[in-house]
């Protein structure tokens, strides 16, 4: 089985995305490394151990990352984060503490250590700013060819931004690291909003999981129930939340779920186009294309496979 490690904001479409891996047989989730975005690295981070206790595997690693981007030394959680996540970065639900801690080594040293030991066997997904990767391939360039593949969540080629009107909130809160990902030999598919706002979940949905009535089926619809209200109140004109990154975790196991262009991308740095994931004009014609991105999804298989899988595991 391939080994998977999630690099996340812990929000609530990051919890989605744990809770997809767990449930998905094809991988074992060998760790999670804690990012800043939604809310402080260290709150996501509790967060992660949280909800890992909540379904059933509570001895999954969660390291911690970085604090805030390559570039700034602070950072403020955006106000659109908290309303579309709530304060705690998981719907203002509160759920049982973890008596797990942060594991004391480095997220950073994770990724890497990871990368000798499992090689193609690897799979990052990350869900979140691209910063600790970066530091990761930065530290350890021979990384670059031996992880398996990056599926990251992340941009948008066809569609605007959502943080601004070029760019998508993960690769906006650091353009540096993101445009060195996408620099690098890598192999990556990147699952930006061109797809990941075509699925979207409903109330009808989570009424379902409510109906499962387990302990974390009724917390998840409590969950996610208030990133459906947050949407509607944010007059997205979309009928639903975007399973932005499930969908990630899920294009990593079954790629047959998007189709595909083969796109060697780059991130503008500056203003005003600063967060634009944009093709590479000086590496488009190069044979070494080492990046997909997606630009159609099977909406309705995937939202099938979605919720038999996570169905599955909240009635464990
Ligand atoms: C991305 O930004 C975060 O708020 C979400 O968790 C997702 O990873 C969507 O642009
Ligand atoms: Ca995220």
């Given at each position: 089985r391939k080994k998977m490690i999630l690099d996340l904001d812990t929000g609530i479409d990051d919890a989605m995305a744990i809770a997809y891996a767990l449930a998905?047989?094809?991988?074992?989730?060998?760790g999670i490394v804690g990012s800043y975005g939604n809310l402080q690295m260290s709150d996501g981070v509790q967060n992660s151990l949280d909800l890992l206790t909540l379904l059933g595997q509570p001895n999954i690693p969660v390291y911690l990352g970085e604090e805030?981007?390559?570039?700034?030394h602070s950072f403020d959680t955006l106000k659109i984060s908290q309303e579309i996540h709530g304060m705690n970065g998981i719907g203002d639900i509160t759920i049982p503490k973890s008596d797990q801690s942060p594991h004391s080594g480095s997220g950073i040293d994770f990724i890497i250590d990871s990368a000798k030991k499992f090689q193609s066997d690897l799979i990052v997904v990350p869900t979140g700013p691209l910063t600790n990767l970066a530091l990761a391939i930065k530290q350890a360039p021979e990384i670059e060819t031996l992880i398996g593949k990056v599926v990251l969540m992340g941009g948008a080629l066809t569609i605007p931004g959502?943080?601004?009107?070029?760019?998508e909130a993960n690769i906006n809160q650091d353009p540096e690291a993101a445009n060195e990902v996408f620099q690098s030999k890598l192999t990556i598919t990147m699952v930006g909003l061109d797809v990941t706002l075509k699925t979207l979940l409903t109330k009808k949905e989570t009424q379902e999981w409510r109906q499962l009535n387990s302990t974390s089926s009724r917390a998840f619809a409590d969950i996610v129930d208030f990133y459906i209200e947050a949407y509607a109140s944010l007059k997205t004109n979309l009928d639903g939340c975007a399973l932005h990154d499930p969908l990630a975790v899920a294009v990593a196991i079954d790629p047959s779920l998007v189709t595909t262009l083969p796109i060697n991308m780059k991130v503008d740095?500056?203003?005003?186009?600063?967060?634009r994931t944009i093709g590479d004009e000086r590496r488009?014609?190069?044979?070494?294309?080492t990046t997909e991105v997606a630009i159609a999804v099977e909406t309705e298989r995937f939202l099938s496979v979605f919720m038999t899988r996570l169905s599955t595991l909240f009635s464990k």
């Amino acid at each position: 089985r391939k080994k998977m490690i999630l690099d996340l904001d812990t929000g609530i479409d990051d919890a989605m995305a744990i809770a997809y891996a767990l449930a998905s047989e094809e991988i074992d989730l060998i760790g999670i490394v804690g990012s800043y975005g939604n809310l402080q690295m260290s709150d996501g981070v509790q967060n992660s151990l949280d909800l890992l206790t909540l379904l059933g595997q509570p001895n999954i690693p969660v390291y911690l990352g970085e604090e805030h981007s390559l570039t700034t030394h602070s950072f403020d959680t955006l106000k659109i984060s908290q309303e579309i996540h709530g304060m705690n970065g998981i719907g203002d639900i509160t759920i049982p503490k973890s008596d797990q801690s942060p594991h004391s080594g480095s997220g950073i040293d994770f990724i890497i250590d990871s990368a000798k030991k499992f090689q193609s066997d690897l799979i990052v997904v990350p869900t979140g700013p691209l910063t600790n990767l970066a530091l990761a391939i930065k530290q350890a360039p021979e990384i670059e060819t031996l992880i398996g593949k990056v599926v990251l969540m992340g941009g948008a080629l066809t569609i605007p931004g959502n943080v601004s009107p070029v760019a998508e909130a993960n690769i906006n809160q650091d353009p540096e690291a993101a445009n060195e990902v996408f620099q690098s030999k890598l192999t990556i598919t990147m699952v930006g909003l061109d797809v990941t706002l075509k699925t979207l979940l409903t109330k009808k949905e989570t009424q379902e999981w409510r109906q499962l009535n387990s302990t974390s089926s009724r917390a998840f619809a409590d969950i996610v129930d208030f990133y459906i209200e947050a949407y509607a109140s944010l007059k997205t004109n979309l009928d639903g939340c975007a399973l932005h990154d499930p969908l990630a975790v899920a294009v990593a196991i079954d790629p047959s779920l998007v189709t595909t262009l083969p796109i060697n991308m780059k991130v503008d740095t500056k203003s005003p186009f600063s967060g634009r994931t944009i093709g590479d004009e000086r590496r488009l014609n190069s044979n070494e294309a080492t990046t997909e991105v997606a630009i159609a999804v099977e909406t309705e298989r995937f939202l099938s496979v979605f919720m038999t899988r996570l169905s599955t595991l909240f009635s464990k």
